[in-house]
């Protein structure tokens, strides 16, 4: 692993693809707020996600895009309602305007030529560096008709963490909505009743946020008490 300087500034050399910065982490696991010890609390290394791809995408890919941008104008649903199309490790992602996730969702699911069934999952994801789209909703769909898989994404600012629910669409969603909002905090705007469905119902705060503290419950183990992580001994 290479270590970089956080302070630098990226040099893109000239014709490279070019990719999304979303965090810059340091240490081995990202400690902030506690010591680290891992031992390498002098690693910093850059997070990116694939930047958006441009056509031709390849395979299959081209005519769907070319299906779904034909399907959303029959629906009366802008073009510009997918923010971005990103093609990585051979799979497409489309990345749309939260106001139309549901909107994109029921058109994926109707279309003919498109008909992305069954919605598989919904999950959150928590970019702290990513600013003014920090939480991001992805959906899995799946076309059982035309044997083919998407990712339909969208996302919403700390500051308002509201994405409309796919469970009118896509009844499958219910509880993994549930589970994205009890672990980031977002809102299913929708949703037949969003409720905490892993954590307890008075629990304070969301688990799997980037800025959810180190801490933890003290754990017993054959009479000694292990410490949460936050308060055991720093190494460096």
């Known amino acids: 692993m290479t270590e970089h300087d956080s302070t630098s ?11 999304d910065v979303v ?3 340091t240490g081995a696991f990202g400690v902030r707020g506690s010591g680290d010890t891992s031992g390498f609390g002098g690693v910093v290394r850059t997070v990116t996600l694939p930047a958006p791809s441009v056509r031709p995408y390849g395979e299959w890919f081209d005519d769907l895009a070319d299906e779904l941008e034909a399907s959303m104008g029959a629906a009366g649903i802008e073009a510009s309602a997918i923010r971005s199309v990103v093609v990585d490790r051979g799979e497409i992602t489309f990345i749309v305007e939260r106001e139309r996730f549901r909107d994109m969702a029921a058109v994926l699911r109707d279309e003919p030529g ?4 069954f919605c598989s999952s919904v999950s959150g994801v928590h970019w702290l560096g990513d600013e ?3 939480l991001h909703v992805v959906a899995h769909l799946q076309s059982i008709t035309h044997n083919r898989r998407i990712r339909l994404e969208t996302t919403a600012p700390d500051s308002d963490p509201h994405v409309p629910s796919l469970v009118p669409v896509y009844p499958t ?19 037949p009743g969003l409720t905490r469905i892993m954590m307890p119902d008075d629990w304070a705060g969301h688990p799997q946020r980037k800025d959810y503290p180190l801490g933890g419950i003290p754990v017993q183990y ?13 190494y460096s």
């Open 173 to 191: 969603a219910d509880w993994h909505e549930r589970e994205t909002f009890d672990f980031f905090g977002i809102v299913f705007d929708g949703h």
């Open 23 to 25: 965090e810059v982490r």
């Open 9 to 19: 500034e990226v040099v893109v050399p000239e014709g490279a693809v070019t990719l």
């Open 132 to 134: 003014g789209r920090e």
């Open 222 to 234: 054959k009479g000694a008490t292990i410490p949460p992580p936050d308060e055991r001994r720093s």
């Open 114 to 117: 498109l008909r992305f069934e």
